[in-house]
């Protein structure tokens, strides 16, 4: 009877012994980087006119947030389409409407994380695209306005 009872005793601790490094060793989930997120963010927070200096020079804060956020941890080096969305929506909380401006702060910002951050090819088009689409509808927007005068 005492050999069956131990055995179990065996067991179970064997079986918890197991269960300890199974659960430390799953891979943390990346946090996606969601649209709502950033604005919800943003709005509460006020920060979109906010700036950060990084090596004497201002920035548009929002976006070196953003950018240091996507290459977060350790082996974590390449900007990722996600990520690179994110910069966008920070640059531009209205998306590609032309309603919210890109100007000169976040010009320069964008030319910093560009030339400091690696992007993957997917996120360098992405972004690349979004900023001409969301440039041209600025420029529509201009033009229409300038038109109604």
């Known amino acids: 009877g005492r050999g069956r009872a131990s055995l179990f005793a065996c067991n179970r601790v064997h079986a918890n012994l197991h269960l300890w490094p199974c659960a430390h060793m799953a891979p943390k989930a990346a946090k ?19 700036t950060i200096t990084v090596g004497g020079k201002k920035y548009d804060r929002e976006m070196i947030l953003a950018a240091r956020r996507a290459t ?4 974590n080096v390449l900007v990722s389409k996600d990520d690179a969305k994110q910069i966008f929506e920070a640059a531009r ?57």
């Open 32 to 50: 996606k980087a969601t649209k709502k997120g950033v604005l919800k963010r943003i709005k509460k927070q006020h920060s979109l006119s906010k």
């Open 93 to 149: 909380p209205m998306g590609s409407s032309g309603r919210s401006s890109y100007d000169q702060m976040e010009k320069k910002t964008m030319a910093y994380i560009r030339s400091k951050y690696k992007f993957t090819e997917a996120a360098d088009k992405l972004l690349r695209s979004l900023v001409s689409k969301a440039g041209a509808a600025q420029g529509k927007r201009t033009k229409a306005k300038k038109a109604a005068k």
């Open 72 to 75: 977060r941890g350790a082996k």
